[in-house]
């Protein structure tokens, strides 16, 4: 189940399901407006509403067009059971195992499926739970969440699937990429396949290609002596006479205002530095060492050269919000066998 929520971590729904359709099984989104960008956009596959109805008259419609739901609280259960649908529904009943953002406890859950298992509304039911810490490698509380869904399963009617990972999971936790309680497993990567490694201390061994490479251009070039400062605030001074570029880039595009000089940045295909402050549409890049650059250098803010962990880090925030904020710059799309 490929998750292409917010636009595909930012990247583009209906371009992504569609380079993935013959790989994943099914699609993931968190709203029906996402879901009928991808169905208006001409996608068949299945796709699951990660937060399934927020209304019973989006349910009605949603059983309409055949889409998949999770059911998360009792508020929904009660809804769905009262409803008359064009059709029964795929339910993804969703169990709160530990990380207590969505879901039923397994008490509660267990209530709701003596309701829902056989009911005219629900034509298959896939359990469903979500870690709060499979990133974390020095904490079992993955194992913890994982052993909690399959006891409370086992005292339940055998369902044919569940589902349990995400891209951490996947990565880290090879005991998860099985399936929990049933035969069949529907993992649910995101961030990995975007390219970014969920856990930041493996991302040295990250085996994963990005997908976004953030680019802009030199369009300015400054000489400063000794003691001149750049940009607002006057963030950054020069403690030697030093050359600077001005890039065609800022926290309008998605590049974080909270980034700070030094982050990672590669310009001419090497690898310098931001200096000062980002501004709307501008920021600054250290060119004291690269002597060839100059007007209209090409510029990575973040893909294959940096990571975009490593400008996550420096801004403190992760790879996802980077991803999901990139806006404003023309998005062009291009058949990885050609980059
Ligand atoms: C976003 C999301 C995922 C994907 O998570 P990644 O960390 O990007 O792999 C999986 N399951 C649920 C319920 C989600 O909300």
Redesign the pocket.
């Known amino acids: 189940m490929a998750?292409i929520?917010a636009n595909a971590?930012g990247h583009g729904a209906v371009h992504c399901a569609r380079a993935l359709a013959n790989e994943a099984d099914g699609f993931?989104v968190?709203s029906l407006e996402e879901a009928m960008q991808l169905r208006d956009a001409g996608l068949t596959d299945p796709i699951l509403l990660?937060e399934g109805f927020f209304t019973a008259q989006e349910l009605t419609y949603i059983a309409e067009q055949d889409l998949w739901i999770v059911v998360h609280a009792q508020w929904q259960v009660d809804i769905l059971m009262a409803a008359k649908l064009a059709r029964p529904l795929h339910v993804w009943l969703k169990m709160d195992s530990g990380m207590h953002r969505l879901g039923l406890s397994p008490t509660d859950y267990r209530l709701a499926r003596g309701q829902l298992d056989g009911h005219k509304n629900v034509a298959s039911m896939v359990p469903i739970t979500?870690l709060a810490n499979a990133d974390n490698l020095s904490s079992d509380h993955a194992m913890q969440q994982a052993v909690l869904f399959q006891s409370t399963l086992a005292a339940l009617p055998a369902c044919r699937a569940s589902s349990l990972a995400?891209?951490?999971a996947l990565l880290a936790w090879p005991q998860l990429r099985q399936a929990i309680g049933s035969k069949q497993h529907w993992s649910?990567?995101?961030?990995?396949l975007y390219g970014a490694h969920?856990i930041i201390q493996s991302a040295q061994t990250n085996p994963l290609e990005p997908v976004m490479h953030f680019n802009s251009r030199i369009i300015a070039l400054r000489q400063l002596e000794k003691g001149d400062a750049i940009g607002y605030g006057s963030l950054f001074t020069a403690d030697k006479a030093m050359r600077v570029g001005v890039v065609a880039c800022g926290y309008a595009d998605g590049y974080p205002r909270s980034a700070k000089t030094g982050t990672p940045m590669a310009v001419d295909g090497q690898i310098t530095q931001l200096l000062g402050r980002v501004s709307m549409d501008l920021l600054y890049v250290d060119l004291s060492a690269i002597q060839t650059a100059g007007i209209n250098s090409p510029v990575e803010l973040w893909g294959k050269q940096v990571p975009a962990n490593m400008v996550a880090q420096s801004a403190g925030t992760i790879a996802?919000e980077l991803f999901c904020n990139t806006k404003r710059a023309h998005f062009d799309y291009f058949d990885p066998a050609n980059i």
């Not at 649910?188 to 990995?192: E, K």
């Open positions: 998750v929520k971590y993931a968190s990660l979500h995400n891209s951490a649910r990567p995101g961030i990995m969920p996802y």
